[in-house]
Every structure is written in C-alpha cells, then in structure tokens.
C-alpha cells in the first residue's frame, strides 16, 4: 500500500495512540508491520479512549480508527464513514467494569455512604460526646437494603444484562426496557426479569433506575421532567451512560423536591457539583486494569485485521 514506512523489505503501517489505550492491546499490532507511537505523522491508524476527534483534522493517509471503550461520541462518525474510514470499538470489553461500579453506586446511595464516608473525619477523638457523636451518625446514615426493592434497567444491551442479573443475585426484583429493541431480543436477560414495554413502567415500579443506553437522538434527555415526575418518591437514579441522557434541571428539581433520594452520575456534571444527594464519579466506569487491557485488545486486534486482511468485525 502506497505511504506505507519501509524498512528493509517490510512496509509498516503508522499508527497513532491517541491517550490511554493499553500497552498490552498495543503488542497485538507486531513491530515489523506496524509503527506505534503518540506522535505519529500521517497515521493510518488511530488508536483513542476518549479523546475527541471532532475538531482534529482527519489525515489523507487515514484508514482506520480504533475506539477503546464503547460509545462514540468522541469520533466524527459521518465524516470517517463518508471518507470510507471505518470505526471500531470495543463492546462488551468494559461491560464487567461498569457493571461493577453501578452496583458500587446502588450501596453508595442505599446506605448513604456519600455522607458516611466523611463521617470519622468530623470526629474529635477528645471529644467527651464522642459516644453520642457515633450514636447520632447511626441515625443520620441509617439506610435501607438491596435486597427486596426494585430495580429498573434502561437499556439492554450488554452492561443492561450484566446489571439486570447482578441485581437478582443481591435478591432485588428487576424491570428491564429498552427503547430500540425489544426485551426479548436483549442480549442475555435473566428469566426472572419483568419486561416492561415502556418507559414509564420501569419509572413508576422502581425504586433504583440504572441507564445503560447510548446518547442517541432518541436518547437524549429520555429522562426529562415528566419521566422524572414518574418516579416513585425517594427514587434512586443512576446514569453510567451518557450525560444527555438525563435532563439535569429536571434532576435537580427533583433533588430539591426530594422526590430523588440520590442522583448517581459518572461524569463531573457542572450544574450538580456539591448539590445534596448527587453523587458525582469522573467516568470511572471503564477505568479498571482488566477493562482497560480487555479494550485495548479488542480494538488492537480489529485494526491490524482490517489492516492486513481486509477482515471487518464492529466497525
Ligand atoms: C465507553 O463508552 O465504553 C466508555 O466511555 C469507556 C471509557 O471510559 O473510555
């Protein structure tokens, strides 16, 4: 292929690393046919986590992008594919990750640890009401179990199932709903899931709702002021998808009215920063050691496929 580096009688393929992708998914792409590198000059390959391609110009010599993670925000789709530059990412490699973190987010807000966890830190250990002090922080961070309530999941898709049938195990009862294909076709649901065919259902019979849908014009503010007004009161609300997802004037109405016990969100929000009951995480989803590799890999392995045999899987 022409612009290909040559070096003795082996031509190389270029390939920019973007940020964070692995160094583990980078040894799938063998030196004597690629050259790697966070500078590389008219890449045939990009390699990216989260860094945005929007405003970056797109090099003629581009073939192919490599997305570690799932969603795709962050790359200009329609250019790429009007260019004939295909995508690829990585689903299902981080979707044990997210799982994880959500079920650290449904115990973060039902035992109301955002608050617990600040609570040695207010104690004096020379204070002689220390004992009273840990007899009122019993009351103040009192919560309520798993076990028994109702979680509702938006979004079938691989992390969706993976939630769905962690739930069941804690001995929650589980509402699934998908707004693009229908329950029965979501990828792996447990049996004892109840599938709701709309929206409003997982709204009025959950007391957690988990979003893992991606944003999507149909998507965007699904979670609006009425679907909010839904929701039974003292709901918990937990977005690992994507911040437009959820209309953030509407969630801190709903904070303030207390109709939303926590509003759980995996991005640094602006507007909720240091509001009562939201719990803010950096988009800590997919940062797992074992998640990070497992991306890296998948997408390594897809762009050096479709680089040296045209074979096409996710794009
Ligand atoms: C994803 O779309 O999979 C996540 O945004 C992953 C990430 O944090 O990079």
Redo the contacts with the bound molecule.
Sequence with gaps: MSGLDQTGDSMKYRVRVLNQVSTNGLKRLPSERFAVSADAEEPHAILL??ADLHRAPIPDSLLAVGR????VNNIPVAALSARGVPIFNSPGA?ANAVKELVLSGLLLAARNLDGALGFSGRLDPSDPELEARVEAGKKEFAGYELAGHTLGVIGLGKIGCLVADAAIKLGMKVIGYDPEITVDAAWSLPSTVKKAHHLGEVLKHSDFVTLHVPLLEATRNMIDAAGVAQLRSGAVLLNFSRGGVVDEAAVIDALETKRLGHYVCDFPAPHLIGRGGVILLP?L???TREAEENCAIMVAEQVRDYLLDGSIVNA
């Design positions: 986590r989260s570690a993670g799932v969603g981080n988009h989803g997919a940062s």
